[in-house]
């Protein structure tokens, strides 16, 4: 999944292997790992539906939502 992601644009934190950060132009999006789930923060609603629609189309998930 890690290259999955680097590939897809994130950028991997290098003091915690788990956080990885998408930019696009002023938009964020924070991904953390913990075990099996996946926690996001973001500060646009379109950039967090645009990597769940690929996330999704790649993995099987389930989006709890906000």
């Keep these: 999944m890690v290259g999955w992601l680097v590939q897809y644009g994130f950028v991997q934190c290098v003091t915690d292997h788990y956080l990885f950060v998408l930019r696009r132009?002023?938009?964020l999006l924070y991904l953390l790992i913990w075990v099996d789930d996946l926690f996001l923060?973001?500060?646009?609603?379109?950039?967090?539906g645009d990597f769940m629609v690929a996330?999704?189309?790649?993995?099987?998930?389930?989006d709890l939502g906000p």
Aim: net charge positive; glycine share 10%; no cysteine.
């Design 25 to 27: 132009g002023k938009e």
């Design 55 to 62: 996330f999704q189309a790649r993995f099987r998930v389930k």
């Design 41 to 48: 923060g973001h500060n646009s609603a379109s950039l967090r």
